[in-house]
């Protein structure tokens, strides 16, 4: 299973997701490093991880805000072999490749994250991962509804190669991952690799993550928590 660490930005600095509840995120506190600055926490969750893959959740840009565009040109910048998955609240390709364009030749680095919870259309679904964009849709739900009001959820045959599998409520909750939902989403893809996000809490967890389909996980909470052991530990 392979997994990708994730930051969650929020004015400049991590924080520790729990829930979805972004109104209620504090600054990260974890075992791996001191202090909740991005670069920081990155390099450490990257190297604990051996990923040369680090998702980031601008939440600033999700909630309205502007992008924080310093904090993952830093990111960049710091780790020039990394691959940042950034999920900005992206309405559409344009706004993803605006984004890219600021981040200068960096930019190149950056696979842009379409939410269902941000994408503006059906249309800009289909555009957003037109052969000249190699991106990755997420599809939200939280609390068993369904983040979508462009209806991506309904239409896999717009979905991209890449879906990540998002149950917001399962996130920093200790409640273990969402494998109903990732399996009904395997049925309406079987080509795709899919990327489940949230409730991850061991090793046991993530080994029947991917015997239900899953080809990756998005982590966070159980890294900071050390409850899974770094790579070069791992049979």
């Known amino acids: 299973m392979l997994l990708i660490p994730v930051i969650d930005l929020m004015r400049g600095q991590v924080v520790r997701a729990v ?37 980031v959740a601008d939440l600033d840009a999700l909630t309205g805000g502007a992008v924080q565009v310093d904090a993952v ?21 344009a706004a993803a490749s605006a984004l890219r364009a600021r981040l200068g030749p960096a930019g190149e680095r950056v696979v842009s994250v379409f939410a269902s919870e941000s994408l503006r259309s059906l249309a800009a679904l289909r555009d957003a991962f037109a052969p000249a964009h190699a991106g990755v849709l997420s599809l939200d739900r939280r609390d068993g509804r369904r983040l979508d009001p462009a209806g991506c959820w309904d239409h896999s045959e717009l979905w991209p190669g890449r879906v990540i599998v998002m149950t917001l409520e399962r996130v920093g909750a200790d409640a273990g991952p969402d494998l109903d939902t990732l399996r009904e989403v395997r049925a309406r893809a079987p080509a795709a690799q899919l990327v489940g996000a949230g409730g991850i809490r061991d090793a046991g967890d993530l080994a029947r993550a991917q015997a239900a389909g899953a080809y990756a996980w998005l982590v966070a909470s159980a890294l900071h928590d050390g409850r899974l052991p770094a790579a070069s530990t791992r049979s």
């Open 19 to 55: 829930r979805g509840d972004r109104k209620a995120y504090r600054p990260i506190v974890s075992q791996l490093c001191a202090g909740s600055d991005p670069v920081d926490v990155g390099r450490a969750l990257c190297s604990h991880c051996a990923s040369g893959r680090l998702y």
């Open 73 to 93: 040109h830093a990111l960049l910048q710091t780790l020039p072999t990394l691959e940042l998955w950034l999920d900005a609240g992206f309405a559409d390709a």
